[in-house]
């Protein structure tokens, strides 16, 4: 088996693949942002592999992240390691290529954690009933306009910049124009060009589907909510994709029981000491110099493994080589640690990371989201 880059020459072989493995109907081999990895058998196409260019906020900082995706093997060569040898060259590409964080959605998670990715954040939609629409005020919404693309996408991005996970959704992998597209983009618009909130959806046979209910204080996002509310009678709920947490856990009405449907998403860190050198670290302007020695087990990436030492100081963290390697950690633990989604004793349990490393937890602030397991 070889391994190499996609050319033009591969388009229809890699959309035949594409086809079979996931039933769909796509024209396009390789879209404007993305690259792909094509596995060769006996001369020919067997896997492919597409990596798409994307930055996802840590800590308020977009950092490069590589977007796997489309990842497909013929039938006849499945078993035989071709797409765990697209996984490993991928891991040489984003390195290469700048992308220390990667970021897909598995169907086989074994796949992907074989070679250190590790469920780290969520992909979520709510169904919300008319009734559990909260009751707000009015604001003035209009529909959008090229000329507020770029305010919107600003309205967007200051939002991202404090949720962890969500994508910049700048070009080449995004075109902000392709919002206008769906049926529903309302503005809220503010002073000056600016953009106090949005709301975009698409109708189908379905209902309606809100991909953005986005605004920059309470009384827009009721405002926004109580547009949804306006589709009471032809519709008995809507369906809210969460990109604000604020909205579906501080604002709407849902009751106990709710129907959320929600994919999870692996991220691998791919480069330990340039990840760390993109996110940003708000917790660590609070914390006094301190160190962690780590021992990190990464075959896959070896760059990544070995002792390394992560330091805080005067605010900011950097990795070095070296050090006594006291805590061990695998590749798998780096993902969900790096999100902030597990914290050490997780970790630990799930025979991940051995040693005392409560400062990995401060520095994430991890975790984020508290639990009960009993009911009452
Ligand atoms: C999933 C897919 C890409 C795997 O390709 P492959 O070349 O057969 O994978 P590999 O031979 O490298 O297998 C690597 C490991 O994953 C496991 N694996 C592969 N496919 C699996 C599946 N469908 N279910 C469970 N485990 C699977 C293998 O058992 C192997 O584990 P092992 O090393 O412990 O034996 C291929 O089956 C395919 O194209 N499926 C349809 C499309 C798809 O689901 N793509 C994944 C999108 S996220």
Request: glycine share 12%; proline share 5%.
């Given at each position: 088996m070889s391994i190499r880059d996609f050319t033009a020459d591969d388009a229809d072989a890699v959309l035949r693949l594409r086809r079979v493995a996931f039933g769909g109907t796509s024209d396009v081999a390789v879209r404007p942002g993305q690259r792909a990895l094509v596995a060769e058998l006996d001369g020919r196409p067997a896997g492919v592999l597409t990596i798409n260019s994307y930055h996802q906020f840590h800590g308020g900082v977009p950092v490069p992240t590589g977007g796997v995706g489309g990842v497909a093997v013929d039938p006849y060569a499945r078993g035989r390691g071709v797409a765990s040898g697209l996984l490993d060259r991928a891991l040489e590409s984003l390195r290469e290529q700048g992308q220390p964080l990667s970021v897909l959605y598995a169907t086989v998670p074994s796949l992907y954690r074989s070679r250190g990715w590790e469920r780290a954040g969520v992909y979520e939609s709510l169904d919300l009933t008319m009734d559990r629409l909260p009751a707000g005020g009015r604001v003035r919404a209009r529909a959008a306009t090229e000329a507020d693309l770029d305010a919107l996408h600003a309205c967007y991005v200051d939002l991202a910049s404090t949720?962890?996970?969500?994508?910049?959704?700048?070009g080449p992998a995004f075109d902000v124009a392709d919002v206008l597209k769906l049926d529903v983009v309302s503005v809220v618009p503010g002073h000056d060009g600016e953009v106090r909130g949005y709301l975009t959806a698409q109708r189908d046979r379905d209902g309606l589907r809100v991909h953005d209910l986005v605004g920059r204080d309470r009384d827009t996002l009721l405002g926004l909510l109580r547009e949804l509310a306006s589709w009471t009678g032809v519709l008995d709920k809507v369906s809210l994709r969460v990109t604000d947490p604020a909205v579906t856990g501080l604002l709407t009405d849902q009751a106990i029981r709710y129907q959320l449907t929600q994919s999870t998403w692996l991220l691998r860190v791919v480069d330990l000491a340039e990840a760390v050198a993109a996110r940003g670290w708000p917790a660590a302007a609070f914390l006094k110099p301190a160190a962690v020695d780590l021992d990190v087990v990464d075959e896959h990436a070896p760059w990544n493994a070995g002792p390394h030492r992560i330091v805080v100081d005067g605010g900011r963290v950097r990795v070095e080589r070296?050090?006594?390697?006291a805590v061990r950690v695998h590749a798998r633990a780096l993902g969900p640690w790096f999100a902030g989604t597990q914290d050490t004793h997780a970790l630990r349990r799930a025979g991940l990371l051995d040693g005392d490393a409560g400062l990995l937890d401060l520095l994430v602030g991890a975790p984020g989201v508290p639990r009960l397991a009993d009911f009452f």
């Amino acid at each position: 088996m070889s391994i190499r880059d996609f050319t033009a020459d591969d388009a229809d072989a890699v959309l035949r693949l594409r086809r079979v493995a996931f039933g769909g109907t796509s024209d396009v081999a390789v879209r404007p942002g993305q690259r792909a990895l094509v596995a060769e058998l006996d001369g020919r196409p067997a896997g492919v592999l597409t990596i798409n260019s994307y930055h996802q906020f840590h800590g308020g900082v977009p950092v490069p992240t590589g977007g796997v995706g489309g990842v497909a093997v013929d039938p006849y060569a499945r078993g035989r390691g071709v797409a765990s040898g697209l996984l490993d060259r991928a891991l040489e590409s984003l390195r290469e290529q700048g992308q220390p964080l990667s970021v897909l959605y598995a169907t086989v998670p074994s796949l992907y954690r074989s070679r250190g990715w590790e469920r780290a954040g969520v992909y979520e939609s709510l169904d919300l009933t008319m009734d559990r629409l909260p009751a707000g005020g009015r604001v003035r919404a209009r529909a959008a306009t090229e000329a507020d693309l770029d305010a919107l996408h600003a309205c967007y991005v200051d939002l991202a910049s404090t949720v962890g996970g969500l994508l910049d959704r700048r070009g080449p992998a995004f075109d902000v124009a392709d919002v206008l597209k769906l049926d529903v983009v309302s503005v809220v618009p503010g002073h000056d060009g600016e953009v106090r909130g949005y709301l975009t959806a698409q109708r189908d046979r379905d209902g309606l589907r809100v991909h953005d209910l986005v605004g920059r204080d309470r009384d827009t996002l009721l405002g926004l909510l109580r547009e949804l509310a306006s589709w009471t009678g032809v519709l008995d709920k809507v369906s809210l994709r969460v990109t604000d947490p604020a909205v579906t856990g501080l604002l709407t009405d849902q009751a106990i029981r709710y129907q959320l449907t929600q994919s999870t998403w692996l991220l691998r860190v791919v480069d330990l000491a340039e990840a760390v050198a993109a996110r940003g670290w708000p917790a660590a302007a609070f914390l006094k110099p301190a160190a962690v020695d780590l021992d990190v087990v990464d075959e896959h990436a070896p760059w990544n493994a070995g002792p390394h030492r992560i330091v805080v100081d005067g605010g900011r963290v950097r990795v070095e080589r070296g050090g006594g390697g006291a805590v061990r950690v695998h590749a798998r633990a780096l993902g969900p640690w790096f999100a902030g989604t597990q914290d050490t004793h997780a970790l630990r349990r799930a025979g991940l990371l051995d040693g005392d490393a409560g400062l990995l937890d401060l520095l994430v602030g991890a975790p984020g989201v508290p639990r009960l397991a009993d009911f009452f």
